[in-house]
């Protein structure tokens, strides 16, 4: 099947610093994107969804110029976390698909990110 | 808009227990329908899907039936193993708008004991 992967696995920053996550689909080409984000025991929230070559579509409550996303090729997005803060320690999963209308997503193997 | 609604967790079972997780949706048009599983420390694997009305999802023995008449598809297992110890998801694709996006449930927590 289709491979979504994420990198990194886990990251550890300081406060006021950024982290960039990277998706790629590694054996198909993928024109959206979609970021989500898991709290602790909580469900996945949708933050984001990333289109090549255009801006980013945000979800309501989602701060784009905290959460810079960045959709360069049809196999690499990336999520920027810009100047972070301990409470956006969290669980960042990706996901792609084959085609534009495809019903099944792929999900990368997410990033844990923790902010001390 | 669209919604999902699972049972509240945790579950907690003892092996070669039957297990049912209950999932109820609301969308407009006909949604397809999603299980998926989250191990400890992994991201999300799909477990199952069913993308129209009375299509039956099955994957390693779990189970879940599309019910446009009910709106659900609960997650059925004959048999849990101390391995199905995991975050089930229940989640939509939603008819409007990208094709692709997720609408989930809260997750249900199970755990099988000994």
């Known amino acids: 099947g289709a491979v979504v992967s994420q990198h990194p696995s886990w990251v550890i920053c300081k406060s006021g610093t950024s982290v960039k996550i990277e998706c790629r689909s590694l054996d198909f080409q993928a024109t959206t994107m979609f970021w989500y984000r898991q709290f602790p025991k909580q469900s996945l929230m949708l933050m984001a969804t990333s289109n090549e070559g255009s801006k980013a579509t945000y979800e309501q409550g989602v701060e784009k110029d905290k959460f810079l996303i960045n959709h360069a090729s049809l196999t690499l997005s990336t999520l920027t976390v810009t100047s972070a803060h301990p409470e956006d320690s969290s669980f960042y999963i990706c996901?792609?698909?084959?085609?534009?209308?495809?019903?099944?997503?792929?999900f990368g193997q997410g990033t844990r990110l923790t902010v001390v | 808009g669209d919604s999902v609604t699972q049972m509240e967790g945790p579950v907690t079972l003892s092996e070669e227990a039957f297990l049912t997780i209950n999932c109820t949706y609301t969308a407009t048009g006909y949604p397809s329908l999603f299980w998926y599983v989250q191990y400890p420390g992994e991201g999300l694997q799909l477990l199952l899907k069913?993308?129209?009305?009375?299509d039956k999802g099955s994957n390693k023995g779990f189970e879940a039936t599309y019910r446009k008449e009910t709106t659900s598809f609960h997650l059925e297992k004959g048999s849990v193993q101390v391995s199905d110890s995991a975050v089930y998801f229940c989640?939509?694709?939603?008819?409007?708008?990208?094709?692709?996006?997720?609408?989930f449930g809260t997750g249900t927590q199970l755990k099988v004991e000994l």
């Open positions: 069913a993308t129209k009305a009375d």
């Open positions: 989640a939509l694709t939603g008819t409007t708008g990208g094709g692709n996006k997720l609408t």
């Open positions: 996901s792609a698909s084959p085609r534009v209308f495809d019903t099944e997503a792929f």
